[in-house]
């Protein structure tokens, strides 16, 4: 079998192609590494695919039949509570944060 670079096998596709369509088979190399055959395609004889028919509507698939919650969830109104919660605990830490530096900027005998 001959070798052929895939730098060359970029280049010159359409003649390796006619080569192989002829019965010719090569192996590429990358960096002098051998990376892949380059053949004439041999068609399966032997059909070894099965195909088995699903037992159930494949619509069904993945659906999960839970008993209702029983009560109603506001999904909106339960982001926004914890967006504005995160959002207090940001201005208190940011808050603390200042006062922090105010407290060290003040000379040592001043009060706070």
């Known amino acids: 079998m001959d070798t052929v670079s895939v730098a060359e096998l970029k280049a010159k596709l359409s003649h390796y192609l006619r080569e192989v369509r002829e019965g010719r088979s090569f192996t590429v190399l990358s960096h002098d590494i051998p990376v892949a055959t380059l053949g004439p395609h041999e068609p399966d004889e032997i059909d070894d695919l099965e195909i088995i028919e699903p037992t159930e509507d494949p619509a069904l698939w993945g659906r999960v039949d839970l008993p209702p919650l ?43």
């Open 70 to 112: 029983g009560r109603f969830i506001d999904v909106v109104a339960l982001l926004r509570e914890d967006r504005d919660d995160r959002d207090l605990r940001l201005d208190r830490v940011a808050d603390e944060a200042i006062e922090a530096g105010r407290r060290s900027d003040a000379p040592p005998d001043a009060e706070p």
